[in-house]
């Protein structure tokens, strides 16, 4: 058992706790790109190690009531069978050729479609949050959202079947590839939902994919029992310390590490590959405060509390205004808020003696 492989587990864990994302999209490439661990070797022991993960972030989803299992099960339908599909292509090529660049490059592209996601899934999020705001309702859905909804058979297998292979393939996806189509085929979920689904939907997926590396890839116990016995403390504490984590930052450095991951893998070389990074990292914050105010929102979110906070105290100095009065001046939300008092014979004689001051 390798002590610093049990740390890198434990690290990855508490990042898939507080994000719900992000197992095989790290794992892999650490193995592959720090330990210098072969890629089907690193897949393989990675798989086992989220078939481990994924039922404690689950396990929360379902007694909160926020699973949608019509979505799980044709999602499964595709996704088993496709995880199979995905292991026995990766054999089949390692029995015919060197398997190891096709194989980098492939979990190249697969962290980079991951790392774009994690992008585009944080706009319609913010996006949604404002709509919500605007029409009165509380800026992030939980359970309000249990709007039943169709569920489209084919384009879910469909879904399911891709995610599946791609999984078995490179052990990335089970979270970030699936989650980002279902938000496209799906608009009517919530975020709870979405997320709900998604994580029930990839305990049978990383599993049935786990086993396929076992019988058919280059699984090693030692490695990922070290993958194990870290991962299993670390995404428990994570999940525990969620709700106090600033989730955002976490996101986009996970969004970041992937990008830097993903780029090394399909051949990028390291001069040009910091350069990228360096212009990634002065122009993305301007990218998405620009994005910001395109939603009518100021371009730095601390600015926004801030103003939420003197709304709030506002409100509060503003308590002895009739009711009508405040709705207009802070928005739908003060109207909801109590009647303002009537004011008493010695504060309506007070206030009639400075009016004719």
Not at 28 to 54: E, N, R
Request: net charge positive; aromatic share 4%.
């Amino acid at each position: 058992m390798d002590l610093l492989l049990v740390l890198t587990g434990f690290c990855v864990g508490v990042v898939v706790g507080l994000t719900g994302m992000g197992g095989g999209a790290l794992m892999t490439p650490l193995l592959v790109l720090l330990f210098g661990i072969q890629p089907l070797a690193a897949i393989s022991s990675d798989l086992v190690a989220a078939a481990f993960m994924k039922p404690v972030g689950s396990a929360v989803h379902i007694r909160r009531g926020t699973v949608n299992w019509s979505l799980v099960r044709w999602l499964c339908v595709g996704s088993i069978p496709g995880s199979f599909g995905g292991v026995l292509i990766i054999r089949a090529v390692s029995d015919v050729a060197d398997v190891e660049t096709p194989v980098k490059i492939a979990l190249g592209v697969a962290l980079l479609i991951a790392a774009t996601s994690l992008i585009i899934k944080a706009y319609v999020d913010l996006r949604t949050a404002v709509q919500r705001r605007r029409a009165g309702l509380p800026g992030r859905p939980d359970q309000d959202g249990a709007k039943q909804i169709k569920v489209r058979r084919v384009p879910t297998v469909i879904i399911g079947a891709l995610g599946g292979v791609v999984v078995g393939l490179t052990s990335v996806g089970s979270g970030s590839l699936i989650i980002i189509s279902l938000m496209l085929v799906y608009r009517r979920l919530t975020a709870s939902q979405l997320v709900g689904t998604d994580l029930v939907q990839a305990v049978p997926l990383v599993t049935s994919a786990s086993i396929g590396h076992i019988l058919f890839g280059d699984f090693q116990f030692d490695l990922a029992l070290s993958l194990v016995l870290g991962s299993l403390p670390g995404v428990y504490l994570g999940a525990r310390f969620s709700s106090r984590a600033p989730d955002g930052l976490i996101r986009r450095a996970l969004a970041f590490v992937l990008l830097a991951s993903g780029l090394k893998l399909v051949g990028l070389a390291t001069l040009p590959l910091g350069v990228l990074l360096a212009i990634t990292l002065v122009a993305a914050p301007l990218v998405w405060m620009a994005a910001r105010r395109n939603l009518g929102l100021p371009a730095l979110a601390r600015t926004e509390r801030r103003n939420a906070a003197k709304a709030t105290e506002g409100a509060g100095i503003a308590g002895d205004e009739p009711a009508s009065v405040t709705a207009t001046v802070e928005g739908p939300a003060a109207a909801v808020g109590p009647a303002a008092p009537h004011p008493t014979g010695d504060q309506y004689d007070e206030s009639e003696r400075r009016r004719g001051s």
